[in-house]
């Protein structure tokens, strides 16, 4: 486990980094529900967050003051969704949008996926609408845009 005190425009989060077995029950849930608030609410995602790839992930999780999760991403190593290592189920809660969390929360996922797993090749699923996020940390993008659970998303690598 890491953990963090991250301060970001003026205000102080709490960054928590954990493999799956770290995870207690009440964060556990809590993850879930802001990915279900998120993905099948919000953009309504009709897809099965329970993939099995939680458990072989390192999850990222920022809290606020209030001890509310404001952003969240997983990472995971080299073989388990893709031969490259992987980003996923990055999101910042609605109530924290265009504060710069997602910056903070994908650029910690790069940072811990290679303290953790190493410098490599990064692989990731990204909505179309957020190509030009991704592009900023250097990754390109590999194929036209197909849709996947009701959303347009682009395949995108970043090389070590």
């Known amino acids: 486990m890491k953990s963090e005190n991250i301060f970001h425009n003026g205000i102080e989060f709490h960054l928590v980094v954990k493999h799956f077995d770290e995870l207690t029950i009440n964060e556990l849930y809590d993850i879930t529900s802001i990915r279900q608030d998120v993905f099948v609410v919000e953009q309504e995602c ?4 329970s993939d099995g790839h939680d458990k072989k992930a390192i999850h990222l999780i920022l809290y ?3 001890n509310k999760i404001v952003a969240y991403a997983r990472a995971l190593d080299k073989n388990t969704i893709y031969k490259e290592a992987t980003i996923g189920r990055v999101l910042t809660h609605q109530e924290y949008r265009k504060h710069g969390l997602g910056k903070v ?3 910690n996922a790069m940072k811990y996926l290679q303290e953790y797993y190493g410098i490599q090749n990064i692989k990731i699923q990204a909505q179309s609408y957020l190509v030009p996020f991704y592009k900023t940390y250097g990754f390109e993008v590999l194929n ?12 995108m690598i970043k090389k070590a």
Do not use: M
Request: proline letters at 0%; aromatic letters at 18%; charged letters at 25%.
């Open 46 to 49: 009709a897809f099965i967050d």
């Open 144 to 155: 036209e845009a197909y849709l996947d659970t009701g959303i347009y998303h682009n395949d």
């Open 105 to 107: 929360i994908f650029a």
């Open 64 to 66: 606020n003051q209030d």
